[in-house]
């Protein structure tokens, strides 16, 4: 069974830093994207910040410049650097992964969120 487990949120004040892990587990052969999504209270789903398996990268307008992405294939973990982060930055923030399971099968996969709440 396929899992993606996120840890690193929590409380901190405006202008500071946290930094978001996402470890995926079980059995498949290759993760493609991984990425980051947050979702405030009263609001959709959004992109925060995608990392292709070559490493490309991608952020929301929001973001760029105070969040960093990355990854360690080695490890099939993604991490998120916030830096700078800002009262409207908190959220529930949800890992996503494309896996390829098998040669044919490629599934999405979420993690369960990690709360992050920045003080003003």
């Known amino acids: 069974q396929v899992q993606l487990v996120e840890s690193g949120g929590g409380l901190v004040q405006a202008g500071g830093s946290l930094r978001l892990s996402c470890a995926a587990s079980?059995?498949?052969?290759?993760?493609?994207?991984m990425g980051w999504y947050r979702q405030a209270p009263g609001k959709q789903r959004e992109l925060v910040a995608t990392?292709?398996?070559?490493?490309?990268?991608n952020y929301a307008d929001s973001v760029k410049g105070r969040f960093t992405i990355s990854r360690d294939n080695a490890k099939n973990t993604v991490y998120l650097q916030m830096n700078s982060l800002k009262p409207e930055d908190t959220a529930v923030y949800y890992c996503?992964?494309?896996?390829?399971?098998?040669?044919?099968?490629?599934?999405?996969?979420w993690g369960q969120g990690t709360q992050v709440t920045v003080s003003s």
């Open positions: 996503n992964a494309l896996l390829r399971e098998s040669w044919a099968t490629i599934n999405n996969y």
């Open positions: 990392i292709a398996s070559g490493g490309s990268v």
């Open positions: 079980g059995r498949f052969k290759s993760i493609n994207n």
